[in-house]
Structure formats: structure tokens, C-alpha cells
Antibody
């Protein structure tokens, strides 16, 4: 069974940094593109970016490119999202998502999300 | 970026009737063979679930009362007959180019 478990969320001050993790199990993590998607409270979904299996290609939503860094450790089956210079509008539930086989943009599997709250 | 505009933002449909949700893209997301538009369902407190891919192809396990159609810039998700368990917010998402983007969502209530 595919499982994705995000962690690392919490309260962070404006201008601060935070690193989120997503532990994957139940599939060969090293073979799949992975994405981060966020959802502000009561709002819609926003795709942050994706990383390919060997980390050679990382794509971001342009407006968020300077704020987030996506990385992965295939030996640890873990995906990461480094957040920096956070602002109140970064308050959201952060999901990691796995694409379907051969189709990285079809988000067939999601974690439950980790909540990041930006507040002084 | 391709902007996806969903309508309506919310709707209430009587049990057993039809729900129709629209998604309009700011540019075409279709070729002669495929439409790169997908639909998700998100129930309260849960992550999204992929329902339909490439405009009209139901994901495995999705009930046949869900259907999708459209091409170019205009796409539709239909649910008929609606059931209580269909109460959720529905999102369209394109995969034409980076960045992938989602519509703003349509909240469905069953009367």
C-alpha cells in the first residue's frame, strides 16, 4: 500500500525558515516523480513544484521559486521541502503527492498533509 | 501560467439529480488526441482524490455516475445521480505545461 506521511509543520515566525519532510513507503520511491501541493485554510490547491527520480530535474511554480527548495533522499525514501522567508500567506496545509506511473502530473497518491502556520 | 476558472463556486443538488461543474482554461489544453485536464474530489478533512484523467477517463474504482467531457478550453464534470457521499469540493487541474495549476474549486452540497 502506498503511504505518504508528511511531517515538520508547525508555527514559524514571519521571515523564518522551515523544512518539511514526506516519508514514503509501499512503492519504489526512487522511480517516481514527487510533488508538493499546498492548500491555505478554506482555499484551493496550489502546486508548488516537483522533482524527478534522480533529482536532476526540479520544477517550480514561478511565483514560488525563490521561496521553496525541493529535494529528496532516495536512500531514506524521503521528500523534502525547504521553506524560507515565510510570510503569513504561506500558512497552509502542505501535501506531498506522487504521480501515477508514467504520468507525473496525475496525483494519484497524497499524504494527509502537514500544517504550517506563519505568525508572530 | 494557465488559469483555470471553475463555475459555479458552489451548488446544491437534490439527491438523485444531476450536478454539473464547469472548468474553463485560459488557453487550449487539448491536442487532436488528448485533453490534458483532470478532476479531483476532496472531502472535508481529506486529501484530494483523483477522479477523472484526460478529461473523460475514470480512475479505477470511481463510480460510473461520474463522467467528464470537453476539449480545448471548456470542460465539464457531471455527477448523476448524485449521492450523499458526493458532498465534496471538486477541482480541475491541467497538465499542459509547467506549472500545473488547479481551478478554484466547486463545493457540492446534496439537498
Amino acid at each position: 500500500e502506498v503511504k505518504l506521511l508528511e511531517s515538520g509543520g508547525g508555527l514559524v515566525q514571519p521571515g523564518g525558515s522551515l523544512k518539511l519532510s514526506c516519508a514514503a513507503s509501499g512503492f519504489d520511491f526512487s522511480r517516481y516523480w514527487m510533488s508538493w501541493v499546498r492548500q491555505a485554510p478554506g482555499k484551493g490547491l496550489e502546486w508548488i513544484g516537483e522533482i524527478n527520480p534522480d533529482s536532476s530535474t526540479i520544477n517550480y511554480t514561478p511565483s514560488l521559486k525563490d521561496k521553496f527548495i525541493i529535494s529528496r533522499d532516495n536512500a531514506k525514501n524521503t521528500l523534502y521541502l525547504q521553506m524560507s522567508k515565510v510570510r503569513s500567506e504561506d500558512t497552509a496545509l502542505y501535501y506531498c503527492a506522487r504521480g501515477a506511473a508514467y504520468y507525473r502530473y496525475l496525483f494519484a497518491y497524497w499524504g494527509q498533509g502537514t500544517l504550517v502556520t506563519v505568525s508572530a | 501560467d494557465i488559469v483555470l476558472t471553475q463555475s459555479p463556486a458552489s451548488l446544491a443538488v437534490s439527491l438523485g439529480q444531476r450536478a454539473t461543474i464547469s472548468c474553463r482554461a485560459s488557453q487550449s489544453v487539448s491536442t487532436s488526441s488528448y485533453s490534458y485536464m483532470h478532476w479531483y474530489q476532496q472531502k472535508p478533512g481529506q486529501p484530494p482524490k483523483l477522479l477523472i484523467k484526460y478529461a473523460s477517463n475514470l480512475e479505477s474504482g470511481v463510480p460510473a455516475r461520474f463522467s467528464g467531457s470537453g476539449s480545448g478550453t471548456d470542460f465539464t464534470l457531471n455527477i448523476h445521480p448524485v449521492e450523499e457521499e458526493d458532498t465534496a469540493t471538486y477541482y480541475c487541474q491541467h497538465s499542459w505545461e509547467i506549472p500545473w495549476t488547479f481551478g478554484g474549486g466547486t463545493k457540492l452540497e446534496i439537498k
